[in-house]
């Protein structure tokens, strides 16, 4: 910021002509940039030699989350300026429009109220006049009741056996959710039931669930909250063809009947794939894919670890919603989660962001979270349609530990970028890990520690010269350090933890998109290769001339034909 030209601070004003302000002309925006300035290369070595109070200054505990924010490259300084930009921009008053059931969603002009869907059965949410708890919980009991069925052994196939192989046909938010939170609680899972997500047009992902499936005793879940998505309609077609071959009952609504379910929002298509709509479970157009593994896209989940614990779950969403909700900004966990992906972003060219879970079981977390994330935030737009001038959503990835130790760590510690981390781990492993495994986690553990040390101190010249490292080879053992990590930690990865968990990172995604002054609810940018998919199947399954096509795809098409008939 010149100082001679201060911008007008949204607090001080309020008006409207401020709101609109873009954001790297706001002066805290401005005030940031100094102050990064200021901080050039300031070591994270230095912070913590200043300050012995810092972790402490730097920790939270919310619910059952222990979260220590210490080994980011931030100063009280860069916390304040961080919570001024905040309110510059609003980021409580879209809050409290999203919480309150306004259509917040303006692209798509819907709710955004996935909070509704763990709110407690006495709670009241209203959106458009409507009270939407009790149909919440009408569905949730919906599925408890057939959960509690197919647990039991008591919901039976077209021939008369229990049902013990259910198969998840769904994508994106349909599929991510489920998949995710069925392996995170694998251990309070009915071990004599199995599970499969097929999500892929790719005839293989199909096969490789069915092949060693027993039609008689499998159970299809087909969730899609518009019940138009080709890859799921289609793989939902050939499982029923495969089920009714199988069980030699070729239009047979009964067999169809006891061996597929839906989970979606739009019971005429559902009604039309031929699903008995007594059999839908149903959920709500201001349930956001990517937002909707505690609705009944959880169905799976449910069924695996049973309604309690699925409830269970709930609470801990809960829990954090209502965080989110009341807690000050210096104290607001996703507040200040979401801010430090403002600061690297914007501040410190970031453009990824690793999510290093310390957990087997939450081996898929980082592949739920980039739909999350990068479907809700990665926009170039703002809400009303000018371009953005910052940093949007960054990539976001990872694998768990200590897997990632030996793939590409190497570029975390010793590479030319920067990649902001959460190191998520438990102090115990899950509750069914047998004795002689169990001694194995405080090794995992360590790993999780010593990277999160190594990422932020590094070992200076003089530290390897000291130990014995030869000469030449000190540039190339020398690890700089001042790598940024948020440590995650909990007790154990229980369902009301992965509750939490999950609803952390929705709301640091809603706190970075309101920043960003980016609409984080819808997908627009999903459609366009929907539709040239459409557009180039003709050519491909009938060699059909398709007009229109660049060069380059004309010509990869022509290959294609050339090689599938060699
Ligand atoms: O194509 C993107 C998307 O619309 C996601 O947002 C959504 O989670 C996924 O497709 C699946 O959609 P549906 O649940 O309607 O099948």
Redesign the pocket.
Known sequence: MSASTPLPRAEATGDRAEAAIALDRRYEWKALEEHRAQLGSTHLRELFDADPERVDRNSLRVGDLHVDLSKNLVTDRTWRLLIDLARATRVADLRDAMLSGEHINVTEDRAVLHTALRAPRESVVRTDGQDVVPQVHRVLDHMAGFAEKVRARTWLGRTGRPVTRVVNI?????DLGPAMAYEALRPYSDRGLEFRFVSNVDGSDLHEALIDADPATTLFVV???????QE?ITNAAEAKRWLLDALGREGDDEAVARHFVAVSTNADEVARFGIDTTHMFEFWDWVG??YSYDSAVGLPLMIAVGPEQFREMLRGFHLMDEHFATAPAEANLPLLLGMLGIWYGGFHEAHTHAVLPYSHHLASFPAYLQ?LDM?SNGKSVQRDGRPVAWNTGPVVWGTPGTNGQHAYFQLLHQGTRLVPADLIGFARPGPDLPDHLRGQHDLLMANLFAQGQALAFGRTAEEAAAEDVPAHLVPHRTFPGNRPTTTILAGQLTPAVLGQLVALYEHKVFVQGAVWNVNSFD?WG?QLG?ALAKRVEPALTDGEDVPGLDASTASLVEQYRSFRHR
């Open positions: 769904g994508i994106g938010g349909s969730a899609s909250k518009t019940f138009t998505t799921t894919g990517r739909q479907e997908q999903v929907k």
